[in-house]
């Protein structure tokens, strides 16, 4: 099977290497489509900043979604034929962070496409801990956006954005309008700051009802007009 990989003087290529096998714990997932982060483009420019440089060659990926072609009996009632996503960061299910449900703090956390091979192959072995079917009006287009949106719902989550309050997001790149989405959700209205206008001319194309060029004028004069002169309950 094929898998794109980063060499060590960042050249990308393709290899050819065995398809693996998917044993009780792991599915075999064919994969369908693979986001493509900063990350990313920071490992395949070396400017990713404390990344180890003896794990070079890299195989890259971490966003991916593809449909199961083999797995063992689970407790997720998953088979063959299901559409899934595929959670990026593999814990080691065994320190104390493990034991307590917080596997994003575990002391031996890698990260597929960082730390480990990554997903930008054609099939790929994961946990079956790690797997989620999709429903079936989602796309594998769309669904491969699914892990950035955890992060921009996580955000907001965090910020405890609430129905009727203003959330101000600074950055309108995918992670920021992620953000600015689940404020939606959440019942609140998001001002999505940004120097980039036509970063901002997106956004506000996806329904994004407040956005700043923080180029042209004064950010806390903007905010006070747009809450009121009360200014945002949250920051993103």
């Given at each position: 099977m094929k898998t794109l990989v980063v060499?060590?003087?960042?050249?990308i290529t393709v290899h050819e290497v065995n398809k693996p096998r998917?044993?009780?714990?792991?599915?075999?997932?064919?994969?369908?489509?693979?986001?493509?982060?900063?990350?990313?483009?920071?490992?395949?420019?070396?400017?990713f900043k404390g990344f180890p440089e003896s794990v070079?060659?890299?195989?890259?990926?971490?966003?991916?979604v593809g449909i199961i072609r083999e797995i063992g009996e689970n407790d997720k009632g998953l088979k063959p034929g299901d559409r899934v996503a595929l959670e990026p960061y593999?814990?080691?299910n065994k320190?104390?962070?493990?034991?307590?449900?917080r596997f994003n703090n575990c002391a031996d956390l890698h990260v597929c496409g960082v730390h480990k091979d990554g997903m930008m192959s054609e099939y790929f072995l994961h946990p079956v801990q790690l797997l989620y079917k999709l429903p079936d009006e989602l796309t594998f287009t769309h669904a491969a956006l699914v892990e950035p949106l955890t992060i921009g719902l996580h955000g907001a989550t965090r910020a405890r954005v609430s129905r009727g309050e203003h959330c101000v997001v600074f950055g309108a790149?995918?992670?920021?309008?992620?953000?600015?989405?689940?404020?939606?959700?959440?019942?609140?209205?998001?001002?999505?700051?940004?120097?980039?206008?036509?970063?901002?001319?997106?956004?506000?194309?996806?329904?994004?009802?407040?956005?700043?060029?923080?180029?042209?004028?004064?950010?806390?004069?903007?905010l006070r007009e747009v809450t009121g002169g009360k200014l945002p309950e949250a920051m993103i």
């Open positions: 060499e060590r003087d960042g050249r998917y044993n009780e714990y792991q599915a075999l997932v064919k994969t369908i489509a693979c986001g493509m982060c900063g990350t990313d483009i920071k490992l395949i420019h070396r400017t070079y060659p890299i195989m890259l990926g971490h966003e991916g593999v814990p080691c320190c104390h962070m493990c034991a307590a449900g790149g995918i992670i920021g309008l992620m953000a600015a989405f689940a404020c939606i959700n959440y019942g609140a209205t998001p001002i999505l700051v940004d120097v980039l206008q036509k970063r901002l001319d997106y956004a506000k194309e996806l329904g994004v009802p407040c956005t700043f060029n923080s180029k042209d004028g004064n950010v806390e004069e903007y």
